[in-house]
């Protein structure tokens, strides 16, 4: 997570004294609630416990002063600096070193393994440039010598360097992975190299750091110790030290020093695994207020006024009509959603839910209690497809209720629109399924009671920020297929009240998933031929590449061709893509549907929510490209029916490839959750989010992947003390205000809901 632009969050409002103030006041107010504006913080809050108490004209605190405060670093270097994110003292001490070398033990050359990597010391017997003619290109190569042998060290690069630099004769010490050579011998390549002083150090872990490419590893070393020696003890430790205690985290500065300056006795491979326990420190720290402060702002929301709506008749007889009862997970979350919508306070519930598991009729349900108080119901999906469906699958049930729905989205003839405008406006119609149409410029509701985000990963907050616009603070109901594990989910959605419908209606036939070679597309075809013969109908899909949307179009659209002039010659081949007006892609899929076309081609606009049940084969084409939810998602257009399905990946990959590890986890699992945690730890959370609209929090150490266990502790640590001090007036509470608006009081923004 080491971005660039990583800290600006942080750094924003700290470069310049004079900015901390007005910010701060200017965004206070969202953060935490407004029936108790944050008492004036006294200097000491502020600035921690090294604040000099009698200071009379504000200063900027130490910790956030400019990284020029530290010595060795000039104009030049703050710039250099600046792009990596680092702008304070503070920004450096949290500039964790990304990798340790273990320099304790320097070994004899002759007690090197192949495949050790570690430090040697020895004198330099030999160093030239030498041509490989093989490889067209030319080497640095040296000899090292010690009291029992030789080792070959090569560097591609930097030779006018190494040259310069280096005498015969002299000592130096060297650190890197040994490598057996062609002729028996022992190598390392492009190793660390120090001249060896006298009185050298060497005996210690040493720490690396990530750099720019102006800056050698020692002089960032250098840099960030200046920081270290001469502030490491003005930062306060920020976890309350009951807490502290009670999970044996030791203070923050120690934890940072040694983070910096691992003592001789340190666990090299904890460190480099950041799991030791100066890592746990400065993680659960950081997690800690990611938590305390995605809690008030939950309860913020929670506490605004809000609608109260409460089931009546038409919820009753929605019983009646259900051709299906309802699962027992379904059950509990409409329960879960009543409860919410009764409360005078805005809901704000996510529903998780993997394809398949009936959101639908869940979403329905909720809307019929808003009906049922005399409100209007408003129910976005992402795409004209989806909405389209939603309207038809509602439709039937809406009529045996008698109510008034109606279809809103971008392909509306303009005319139509304003009519539908009026209706809405006047409360003639109570229910608006639709996409983005719903909240154009000129939408009105008489009154909106509750707004459903079908999808909701496919909208940016803005969007369900303007859906919420459209009423009086309105409950609202987001539905996601794409399981967010716990972890993300925790850190993501805090704020939101989260449900999951983990139970599939019963009667679902199953998913077999097989993963083919790309030379073995010919058996693949013949699957999917089988399959069509038997009376089903088969997807085959190119799920879309961002930078390529253009060349993955051209894929389907010749693949489509070639498809229906050959293997499958005598059938009816469709397709469909997302360059396609709404019209046509619907008459595709209608024909689809209505068994016209054996076979579907398409880019991945099916990938949410089409129901063709008589679909028993589905086709992914360069499956390794894509994240394992997303082939989830893509899987789920089949086994909607009584027949059992199968999922068949055709895949480029070398044998023992990540992405073939990674294919086989959907071979091996159907569960939605599984396959999310799997994506997870492959992709890492910015990926698996996308990272455009992922309102991921900038994190400065924690990784939620792997600091999994400790987010947890922490979410319950900050919901422990909110609970016996839920307005942070204790003086304790008061300085964990300050570091938490110091910290997060503009980040947290990013993961509102609306
Ligand atoms: P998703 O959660 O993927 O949006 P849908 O809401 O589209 O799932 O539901 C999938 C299918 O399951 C629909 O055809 C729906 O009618 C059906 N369904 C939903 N709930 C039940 C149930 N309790 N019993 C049987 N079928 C159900
Ligand atoms: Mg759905």
């Not at 504000?58 to 990596?84: D, F, H, I, M």
């Not at 964790?96 to 320097?106: A, G, M, S, T, V």
């Not at 109510?403 to 009519?419: D, F, H």
């Amino acid at each position: 997570m080491v971005k660039s632009t990583g800290k600006r969050g942080m750094a924003g409002g700290k470069s310049k004294g004079g900015e901390v103030e007005s910010r701060k006041a200017a965004e206070t107010p969202r953060l935490f609630d407004r029936s108790s504006p944050p008492a004036p913080l006294s200097k000491e809050g502020e600035k921690g416990n090294a604040a000099p108490a009698r200071s009379f004209r504000p200063r900027p605190p130490p910790l956030k002063n400019s990284v020029q405060y530290v010595k060795g670093v000039g104009p030049r270097r703050a710039e250099q600096l600046a792009r990596l994110g680092i702008e304070t003292v503070e920004d450096l001490l949290y500039h964790i070193p990304f990798r340790y070398q273990d320099r304790r033990e320097i070994k004899q050359i002759c007690h090197l393994q192949v495949g050790d990597e570690t430090a040697v010391s020895g004198q330099i017997a030999r160093m030239e440039r030498r041509f490989l003619a093989r490889r067209r290109r030319w080497v640095l190569e040296a000899v090292v010598r010690d009291e029992t042998g030789f080792l070959f060290l090569l560097w591609y690069h930097q030779h006018r360097y190494f040259q310069q630099r280096y005498q015969l004769g002299q000592r130096v010490l060297l650190y890197g992975k040994v490598e057996k050579g062609m002729k028996g011998g022992k190598w390392m390549i492009h190793p660390d190299m120090e001249p060896l002083e006298e009185d050298d150090e060497t005996a210690r872990v040493l720490p690396i750091y990530n750099k720019t490419t102006e800056m050698t590893v020692a002089a960032m070393r250098r840099i960030v110790h200046g920081a270290v020696d001469r502030y490491v003890d003005q930062v306060s430790n920020g976890v309350p030290q009951e807490i502290c205690e009670r999970l044996h985290l030791m203070p923050l500065n120690r934890a940072l020093r040694q983070l910096h300056v691992p003592s001789l006795d340190a666990e090299v491979v904890e460190l480099n695994e950041a799991t030791s326990q100066a890592h746990r420190a400065v993680v659960f720290d950081e997690l800690f207020y990611l938590q305390l402060g995605m809690a008030l702002r939950r309860r913020n929301t929670v506490r605004e006024e809000g609608l109260s709506i409460v089931p009546g008749p038409l919820v009753q007889q929605i019983y009646g009509i259900l051709p299906f009862q309802l699962t027992a997970a379904q059950e509990r979350v409409v329960e879960a959603i009543f409860q919410d919508m009764a409360a005078p306070h805005p809901m704000n519930r996510l529903v998780q839910g993997d394809v398949g598991s009936g959101k639908t009729i869940v979403a329905f349900f909720a809307a019929l209690a808003a009906l049922d108080s005399g409100y209007q119901v408003a129910f976005m999906a992402p795409t004209e497809l989806l909405a389209e469906q939603h309207y038809r699958t509602l439709t039937p049930l809406a009529e045996q209720l008698g109510l008034s729905m109606t279809l809103l989205t971008g392909e509306i003839r303009p005319k139509r629109k304003q009519e539908i405008y009026g209706l809405l406006e006047r409360g003639e119609v109570e229910i608006a399924v639709g996409t983005h149409a719903l909240i154009q410029e000129g939408v009105r509701f008489r009154h909106l009671g509750l707004a459903i985000v079908d999808e909701q990963h496919r909208f940016g907050v803005m969007q369900r920020a303007a859906l919420r616009k459209r009423g009086a603070n309105p409950d609202i109901l987001l539905l996601t297929a794409t399981p967010i594990p716990r972890t993300l989910a925790l850190t993501l959605y805090g704020d939101l009240d989260v449900s999951a419908l983990d139970e599939r209606p019963p009667g679902r036939k199953p998913i077999t998933t097989q993963v083919f070679h790309e030379g073995e597309r010919k058996k693949v075809y013949q699957l999917v031929k089988d399959q069509i013969e038997q009376g089903h109908q088969a997807y085959v899909v190119y799920p879309l590449v961002e930078e390529s949307e253009k060349s993955d179009l051209k894929a389907a659209t010749s693949m489509a061709k070639e498809l229906a002039q050959t293997f499958f010659a005598d059938y009816s081949v469709g397709l469909v893509h997302g360059r396609m007006k709404g019209n046509e892609k619907d008459a595709v899929m209608q024909r689809f549907k209505a068994g016209q076309h054996h076979l579907l081609v398409s880019t991945t606009v099916i990938e949410v929510g089409i129901d063709v049940p008589n679909a028993t084969v589905i086709v992914i084409e360069h499956a390794e490209r894509f994240g394992l939810a997303q082939l989830h998602q893509l899987r789920g257009r089949v086994g909607r029916g009584q027949a059992a399905s199968l999922c068949l990946l055709l895949a480029q990959y070398a044998p023992g490839d990540e992405s073939q590890r990674r294919l086989q986890v959907m071979t091996e699992t159907d569960d939605g959750f599984k396959i999310a945690e799997a994506d997870l730890a492959f992709r890492g959370p910015g990926e698996f989010l996308g990272t455009r609209q992922s309102g991921m929090p900038d994190f400065r150490v924690a990784n939620i992947v792997r600091d999994s266990k400790l987010l947890e502790t922490a979410r319950d640590e900050a919901l422990t003390w909110l609970e016996r001090d839920p307005n942070l007036t204790t003086p304790e509470s008061r300085r964990l205000r300050a570091v938490l608006e110091d910290r997060w009081v503009g980040r947290l923004e990013l993961a509102r809901v609306g």
